[in-house]
């Protein structure tokens, strides 16, 4: 009885685990965007960027020409970024 208690444990285990990650933690929101403006979070598809999408950890932002977008994060700080860049956001740190 114990070997299928372990056995059906390991098997909801398995069943959560691609769920584990799949609901990352938001370290701020699109302010504004201009033109073009897009945002690759980890493991997911390029997107366009809108007022008020959030951006993640690790997330790749992209300008094209003639564009800009603007940036706001948990703290209250924000970030605007020009036309035709590429801004990975690796490490967010806030502090009181």
Same mark, same amino acid.
């Given at each position: 009885? +114990? %070997?299928?208690?372990?056995f059906?444990?390991?098997?909801?285990?398995?069943? /959560?685990?691609?769920?584990?990650? &799949?609901? !990352?933690? #938001?370290?701020? =929101? @699109?302010q +504004? &965007?201009?033109?073009? !403006?897009?945002?690759?979070?980890?493991? $997911? !598809?390029?997107?366009? *960027? =809108? =007022?008020?999408?959030?951006v993640? +950890?690790? $997330? *790749?932002?992209? @300008?094209? &020409? +003639? #564009?800009?977008?603007?940036? %706001?994060? #948990?703290?209250?700080?924000? *970030? =605007?970024? #020009? !036309?035709? @860049? &590429? /801004?990975?956001?690796?490490?967010?740190?806030?502090?009181r």
């Amino acid at each position: 009885m +114990q %070997k299928h208690y372990w056995f059906i444990c390991g098997l909801i285990g398995c069943m /959560l685990l691609p769920f584990s990650n &799949a609901v !990352a933690e #938001s370290i701020g =929101k @699109t302010q +504004q &965007a201009n033109n073009e !403006a897009y945002g690759t979070p980890p493991d $997911e !598809a390029r997107r366009p *960027l =809108k =007022k008020r999408d959030p951006v993640f +950890q690790d $997330e *790749l932002i992209e @300008t094209g &020409a +003639q #564009s800009w977008v603007w940036l %706001k994060f #948990s703290g209250r700080s924000r *970030l =605007k970024i #020009s !036309a035709n @860049t &590429a /801004l990975l956001l690796n490490e967010f740190v806030f502090d009181r």
